[in-house]
């Protein structure tokens, strides 16, 4: 590779580089968008918490889909154990 190349191709970069950390100063100049839709949001009783964790998991599995799933893994187990 010849040198003028490599400089040709340092600048271009180093110009994407200045492009993008432009954008990224003129963003934090900008209000915290995520602090004011924090604010934003409506508030939930911890009443309605609780029923909506009752019924459904973290991934979005109820209770009894967790139950079933737990047993069908089971068996699949007990039948590799018997393979074994």
Known sequence: MDIQEIIKDLRDKRERLDRAMAALEETDSQPNASR????????????TQLASTNTKTRGG????RR??????????????????
Do not use: C, F, Y
């Open 36 to 47: 004011n839709r924090m604010l934003t949001r409506p508030r939930v009783s911890a009443d």
């Open 61 to 64: 599995i109820t209770d009894e």
């Open 67 to 84: 139950k079933r799933l737990s047993e069908s893994m089971k068996k699949s187990w007990a039948e590799r154990r018997k393979r074994a």
